[in-house]
């Protein structure tokens, strides 16, 4: 013969035995990420009260920031690292951001229009306008078509391709970007901004992606493009990247040169770190580290 079926009510003093149980343990589960994640909050504010109090200057003015990673990194970025300097940030900033979308996008302009719209509403005047940009440009899926084969007996970087990409498409979203933030801060403001832009220092492609998690991985974004061409020897790939980073650096020296607009500048953050120990400032192919970015921020703020 069969089991008799539990009756309901039997059943119902079951599923709520279960959901006590379960509930027991949902809530030890969640107290004990609480009081783990309460250490983590006071362990940081701990630090960085320390590194604040050693090294952090009285209020530096207000900057209004756009860009790519090096503006919105987990862990420190460039904007964390000039607030420790003392400097207020108001930024609209996303890590994989390219120059083009930044320059060409309308949203982009039309969002920095309303946050200086904002910010003269209450009473604050930007000392400055700072530009992170083409990065992304280049690197990732983009970087395997500035470099020819190594069986090719060609160059390393296509010339061709690397006139195209830097001292074309790129000159030109910046110009157009430099363009039309200064137009709207005078439209707005009533006068102009100081508009700071910069390259980049000068990254390690040796396979390093970014870990913000084990679901959660990021690149590596520029050695698959030199192994996919045959380039595996690390210090000469390191020499092409070199010369990629010079190129960016002078399109941009030489559009502050072209433009003559005094309120333009131009930074150079090349050899602000480390090329020996260089795990130290850079956390991967692409991003400095913490400490990496307080360097560098020190470099920006000189211009400020």
Same mark, same amino acid.
């Given at each position: 013969?069969?089991?008799?079926?539990?009756?309901?009510?039997?059943?119902?003093?079951?599923?709520?035995?279960?959901?006590?149980?379960?509930?027991?343990?949902?809530?030890?589960? +969640?107290?004990?990420?609480?009081?783990?994640?309460?250490?983590?909050?006071?362990?940081?504010? $701990?630090?960085?009260?320390?590194?604040?109090?050693? #090294?952090?200057?009285?209020?530096?003015?207000?900057?209004?920031?756009?860009?790519?990673?090096?503006?919105?990194?987990?862990?420190?970025?460039?904007?964390?690292?000039?607030?420790?300097?003392? %400097?207020?940030?108001?930024?609209?900033?996303?890590?994989?951001?390219?120059?083009?979308?930044?320059?060409?996008?309308?949203?982009?302009?039309?969002?920095?229009?309303?946050?200086?719209?904002?910010?003269?509403?209450?009473?604050?005047?930007?000392?400055?306008?700072?530009?992170?940009?083409?990065?992304?440009?280049?690197?990732?899926?983009?970087?395997?078509?500035?470099?020819?084969?190594?069986?090719?007996?060609?160059?390393?970087?296509?010339?061709?391709?690397?006139?195209? !990409?830097?001292?074309?498409?790129?000159?030109?979203?910046?110009?157009?970007?430099?363009?039309? !933030?200064?137009?709207?801060?005078?439209?707005?403001?009533?006068?102009?901004?100081?508009?700071?832009?910069?390259?980049?220092? %000068?990254?390690?492609?040796?396979?390093?992606?970014? $870990?913000?998690?084990?679901?959660?991985?990021?690149?590596?974004?520029?050695?698959?493009?030199?192994?996919?061409?045959?380039?595996?020897?690390?210090?000469?790939?390191?020499?092409? !990247?070199?010369?990629?980073?010079?190129?960016?650096?002078?399109?941009?020296?030489?559009?502050?040169?072209?433009?003559?607009?005094?309120?333009?500048?131009?930074?150079?953050?090349?050899?602000?770190?480390?090329?020996?120990? %260089?795990?130290?400032?850079?956390?991967?192919?692409?991003?400095? $580290?913490?400490?990496?970015?307080?360097?560098?921020?020190?470099?920006? +703020? #000189?211009?400020?």
């Amino acid at each position: 013969m069969f089991e008799s079926e539990p009756s309901p009510s039997h059943r119902t003093a079951e599923v709520r035995a279960h959901s006590a149980e379960t509930g027991k343990g949902n809530s030890f589960d +969640a107290r004990a990420a609480f009081h783990k994640g309460k250490a983590s909050g006071i362990d940081l504010v $701990t630090a960085r009260s320390l590194h604040i109090r050693a #090294s952090r200057p009285g209020p530096q003015g207000l900057l209004v920031a756009e860009g790519d990673s090096w503006f919105d990194h987990p862990g420190g970025d460039l904007l964390s690292a000039l607030e420790d300097l003392g %400097y207020e940030i108001e930024a609209n900033a996303h890590g994989g951001h390219t120059l083009e979308d930044m320059s060409f996008n309308p949203r982009q302009l039309g969002d920095f229009h309303r946050l200086l719209q904002r910010l003269k509403l209450s009473g604050r005047t930007p000392k400055a306008v700072l530009l992170c940009g083409g990065g992304n440009d280049i690197a990732g899926d983009e970087f395997g078509a500035l470099v020819n084969h190594a069986a090719s007996g060609l160059p390393t970087l296509n010339a061709a391709v690397l006139e195209g !990409v830097i001292d074309g498409r790129l000159k030109v979203a910046l110009a157009h970007w430099v363009g039309g !933030v200064d137009a709207v801060a005078r439209g707005v403001l009533g006068l102009p901004l100081k508009i700071v832009i910069h390259g980049y220092d %000068y990254p390690v492609p040796d396979g390093r992606g970014a $870990t913000f998690g084990p679901l959660r991985p990021k690149g590596p974004w520029l050695r698959p493009g030199f192994w996919l061409k045959g380039h595996t020897n690390l210090q000469r790939n390191r020499g092409v !990247v070199r010369d990629l980073i010079n190129r960016l650096n002078d399109m941009q020296i030489s559009l502050v040169e072209e433009l003559e607009l005094p309120n333009l500048v131009h930074v150079d953050l090349r050899n602000t770190l480390s090329s020996v120990l %260089y795990e130290n400032d850079w956390d991967n192919e692409l991003q400095p $580290t913490e400490a990496g970015f307080r360097s560098l921020a020190r470099k920006i +703020a #000189s211009v400020l």
